[in-house]
């Protein structure tokens, strides 16, 4: 992609060249992460002529009050922890996950629950605390319409929030939800389970080197816990990916825990295979071999033409306090599928898609 000019004394040595030299393309509106694989994306002058879009350059999540790209069909997509995004497309903002005020024990997000004030609609993976912690209190002041399966509803009517705003799904079946400018397919996923002997060990290890909490802190903690269930049904019938149809045909699967895939995702992506976009949670096995596997194991089903990992970040102590390598799991689905694009950015970085491109130009549906 071509670079920005930087500011300043390079600005100022610009204008002074300017009467000599042949006009400068102007910089792209952003650098789509597929740009090296769609010449398209730097063929079109009318694409690579317009100005820059702040929505693809500024941190600021449009939920708290940052820009929203301009053009409808650029997708803007942040991570904020854990498995918790902000999709913006079309005017409407989608959150993933709700789980913002994380306590003192994990690093921070440079936002607030209560900084976020737009949200049209919240999809719940499932209802673990790290998940869903924040998304009553969210849905409540922003009227979103939040998504999920029963044993997270349940939740959600106990903390206060309107019935009308609450839709619950099963993902058995081919169930679908309607918003204006995308759809919704909510499939039943099963929630990770890694191998305690070896869990156990570490996370013992590493706390045992990790600072202690306060009392005063503990009972933060627990505060927050309890805005989430512990319900064991999260396993296998509380857990829920979910295919995001947008209405010019780009397709994003998004799934907020690393369990195996189950024969309800194996049969959506057998009648409609391939999505442009895969959000996938790593499994939380402490192993990078075990890590890969587990996302081959997804990959292989959602065929994706690019790939975004998520729950990679940590907590300093508790429950598996480690991040979650990538780069050993990029290098194991590129070599499965070497036309698959990897990107991991830090925390409110923005990655934009021109969705429309990709589709008319680069729907390759991971070519393993």
């Not at 100005?51 to 600021?60: G, I, L, Q, V, Y």
Request: with cysteine; charged share 20%.
């Amino acid at each position: 992609m071509k670079a920005a000019l930087a500011a300043g004394s390079a600005a100022a040595a610009f204008f002074a060249l300017s009467a000599a030299a042949p006009p400068l393309a102007q910089a792209d509106p952003f650098a789509d992460p597929r740009a090296d694989k769609i010449p398209a994306l730097e063929q079109i002058g009318s694409f690579t002529n317009e100005p820059h879009d702040p929505a693809c350059s500024d941190r600021r999540l449009v939920s708290t009050g940052g820009p929203a790209p301009r053009d409808r069909h650029t997708l803007a997509v942040r991570w904020t922890g854990f498995s918790n995004f902000e999709l913006v497309y079309g005017g409407k903002i989608i959150l993933l996950d709700a789980f913002f005020d994380r306590g003192p024990d994990y690093p921070p997000l440079g936002f607030t629950a209560a900084d976020v004030k737009k949200a049209d609609v919240i999809l719940l993976g499932h209802g673990h605390f790290d998940h869903m912690a924040d998304a009553a209190s969210v849905g409540i002041r922003t009227g979103a319409t939040i998504v999920g399966a029963p044993v997270t509803t349940d939740k959600l009517k106990t903390q206060g929030v309107p019935e009308k705003q609450i839709r619950t799904v099963f993902g058995r079946a081919q169930e679908k939800l309607f918003f204006s400018g995308f759809n919704v397919q909510p499939v039943l996923g099963l929630h990770g389970q890694p191998d305690k002997h070896i869990t156990e060990v570490m996370e013992n290890a590493i706390n045992s080197l990790a600072p202690k909490l306060t009392p005063e802190q503990q009972a933060e903690e627990k505060t927050i816990q309890a805005r989430g269930t512990f319900d064991p049904r999260v396993i296998t019938e509380g857990t829920i990916a979910y295919i995001i149809t947008f209405d010019d045909g780009f397709r994003v699967v998004y799934r907020d825990s690393g369990g195996h895939p189950t024969d309800y995702e194996k049969q959506a992506f057998a009648q409609s295979p391939g999505v442009d976009l895969a959000l996938v949670a790593l499994s939380a096995d402490f192993l990078n071999p075990l890590v890969a596997a587990a996302a081959l194991e997804l990959e292989k089903i959602y065929k994706p033409d690019v790939f975004m990992p998520a729950h990679h970040d940590a907590g300093f102590s508790g429950h598996t306090p480690l991040w979650r390598a990538t780069e050993p799991v990029f290098q194991a689905l590129k070599d499965a599928n070497p036309r698959l694009t990897t990107v991991s950015r830090e925390y409110r970085e923005p990655v934009c898609f021109d969705t429309e491109v990709n589709v008319a130009h680069s729907r390759t549906r991971g070519g393993g």
